[in-house]
């Protein structure tokens, strides 16, 4: 079956930038889509089909998709960006939702 | 206004059926714009895509480490997606989640439940 490969943790301090990457044997072939999710709550779409942005997203979310990794930026990260991030895609192949591992982001 | 609201009991002894049911309101289960589906996430961890619904063609999709004891399906009258899993142990305690999907090929999620907790402990 398809794994993403996250990484577990990343820290970024406030005002940076943060890369999340999605590692998956050419995942550039699919669509990808990130979730945030905060302690208690349930995740929330922040991008989809691998750089579009919901309504209500900030434009300081933005994603990209080549080759084997996908990768979601969050600029000028804030404090209230800190959550863990899942990417997701749709394995064609195999017809199942695939999650990664999830990334939890700290902003210190 | 879309809201996803998740039902069941909160305990289930080992052995036995966990059944839940997600009330859909603001849209119709039966629209053929839409999937829905069950993810689960054990407490501390990441989310486990359950299975996935689309009414219109009557399909249903599974994760393959669930695939043998998992049933998803949809009371139109109701409009309502339920979840049943039997033989449960341990390892099926988790919030379980409703979503929709919109329908197309990627099958994002763009709208969740807020999730219930399950605990399977005698």
């Known amino acids: 079956s398809y794994v993403l490969t996250q990484p577990p943790s990343l820290s970024v301090a406030p005002g940076k930038t943060a890369k999340i990457t999605c590692g998956g044997n050419?995942?550039?072939?699919?669509?990808v889509h990130w979730f945030q999710q905060k302690p208690g709550q349930a995740p929330v779409l922040v991008i989809y089909?691998?750089?579009v942005r919901p309504s209500g997203i900030p434009e300081r979310f933005s994603g990209s998709n080549s080759g084997n990794t996908a990768t979601l930026t969050v600029s000028s990260v804030e404090v209230g960006d800190e959550a863990d991030y899942y990417c997701?895609?749709?394995?064609?192949?195999?017809?199942?939702?695939?999650f990664g591992g999830g990334t939890k982001l700290t902003v210190l | 206004q879309l809201q996803l609201q998740e039902s069941g009991p909160g305990l289930v002894k080992p052995s036995e059926t966990l059944s839940l049911t997600c009330t859909v309101s603001?849209?119709?289960?039966?629209?053929?714009?839409?999937?829905w589906g069950w993810i689960r996430q054990p407490p501390g961890k990441g989310l486990e895509w359950i299975g996935t619904i689309y009414y219109s063609s009557g399909t249903t999709y599974y994760s393959p480490s669930l695939k043998s004891r998992v049933t998803i399906s949809i009371d139109t009258s109701k409009n309502q997606l339920s979840l049943k899993l039997p033989s449960v142990t341990a390892t099926d305690t988790a919030v379980y989640y409703c979503?929709?999907?919109?329908?197309?090929?990627?099958?994002?999620?763009?709208?969740w439940g807020q999730g219930t907790l399950v605990s399977v402990s005698s």
């Open positions: 997701q895609v749709w394995d064609n192949d195999s017809a199942h939702v695939v």
């Open positions: 050419n995942i550039g072939s699919k669509r």
């Open positions: 089909y691998d750089n």
């Open positions: 979503a929709r999907h919109p329908y197309g090929s990627g099958m994002e999620i763009d709208f």
């Open positions: 603001g849209d119709s289960i039966s629209s053929s714009n839409y999937y």
